[in-house]
């Protein structure tokens, strides 16, 4: 067999078969007709009560559709950064003036504080050009303070195993996530343990009059979490619960973490911008209700597919492979090459 063969058939096995999914293009028409939800719509999952819709999350009468009277403990979004990816201005992930995207910003979280619990968690993940003076991240948090129920507890980094940058700057290897509640929820201290162990010694403290040393004081042998993040892997196509398209996925681990951290068995966890079907996923791991959406019926239906697949085989993703196996690999390699 010739190396060009050889080669060929190793890309096809170990590398993803569908390029960005908010690019338009041949393949993203093929796509759309298989979307079971148009905008407006929602799916009801008749075996654990999840829902999934297809609506703008700054819409209060799209958003109240979606909760249908429920109220929630917890909401973790990953909206929109207003930061391009890949040098691609699209629908998904544009770059848009920062007055607009503030407003859209508030019309959303204001939604989703409306049917927050009295006692209520609130994540957000958000990011930062610093081409653009590290927005949205800084004014975006002062449009929080215009939110009087919602109490800063903590900003929280996940570190990103690769990263980006130049020989001229340091590697952009980091996620930020805003942490909020209202109220006084509970929170599940012995969910937020790592698998790192504590191996330094030292730090004595005083407990009960007697001198501890740090390895002897705590619940685990391992370290915290706390509100720096090492311990998670940024997701790519070497990893079962990869999502072939999607250009923003976080990991399962992550999203888990929260969720176990900021809620219960049987409650209700609300994302208003679904994408990958992350948050679908770890709820429906942990036994939680998500009711969850996107602007975008093809990421629903990713979303709904994944749930499916989950429940069918067993897996938390794709890897490399298609979730659209209708789709004519012809269009799918020629746009990916």
């Not at 040098?87 to 003036?97: C, G």
């Not at 999203?255 to 049987?266: D, G, L, Q």
Request: net charge positive; with cysteine.
């Amino acid at each position: 067999m010739k190396a060009a063969e050889k080669l060929k058939r190793k890309m096809d096995k170990t590398f993803e078969k569908l390029t960005r999914l908010d690019l338009k293009g041949e393949l993203r028409e093929r796509i759309l007709p298989l979307c079971r939800l148009k905008n407006g719509e929602i799916w009801d999952d008749p075996v654990n009560g999840h829902r999934v819709g297809v609506l703008d999350a700054s819409n209060s009468a799209a958003v109240n559709e979606l909760l249908s009277g429920e109220k929630v403990g917890l909401a973790l979004n990953d909206p929109p950064y207003n930061v391009m990816v890949g040098n691609e201005n699209t629908v998904n992930l544009s770059k848009i003036d920062l007055q607009e995207y503030l407003k859209f910003s508030e019309d959303w979280i204001g939604n989703v504080l409306s049917n927050l619990n009295k006692n209520a968690h609130f994540y957000l993940w958000i990011g930062a050009d610093y081409k653009d003076n590290f927005q949205p991240l800084p004014d975006l948090m002062l449009l929080l303070r215009k939110f009087a129920e919602l109490t800063p507890r903590n900003m929280i980094t996940m570190r990103n195993q690769r990263g980006y940058g130049t020989q001229k700057n340091w590697m952009w290897v980091r996620q930020e996530l805003l942490y909020y509640t209202k109220g006084s929820p509970k929170f599940n201290i012995e969910a937020v343990y790592t698998d790192i162990p504590k191996i330094l010694k030292g730090y004595y403290k005083k407990v009960n009059g007697e001198l501890k040393d740090n390895l002897e004081r705590g619940k685990s042998d391992t370290i915290r979490a706390g509100n720096v993040w090492v311990d998670i892997q940024q997701v790519f196509y070497r990893m079962e619960e990869n999502v072939p398209g999607c250009y923003a996925q976080k990991p399962l681990k992550a999203i888990a973490r929260i969720i176990e951290s900021s809620s219960n068995e049987a409650e209700i966890v609300l994302d208003l911008f679904s994408h990958s079907g992350t948050t679908l996923i770890a709820g429906e791991q942990l036994k939680r209700r998500v009711f969850t959406a996107d602007s975008d019926p093809v990421f629903a239906e990713i979303t709904i597919r994944r749930l499916e697949r989950l429940r069918e085989e067993g897996k938390t993703g794709w890897q490399w492979n298609n979730p659209f196996p209708e789709i004519d690999k012809k269009i799918i390699r020629a746009e990916v090459v």
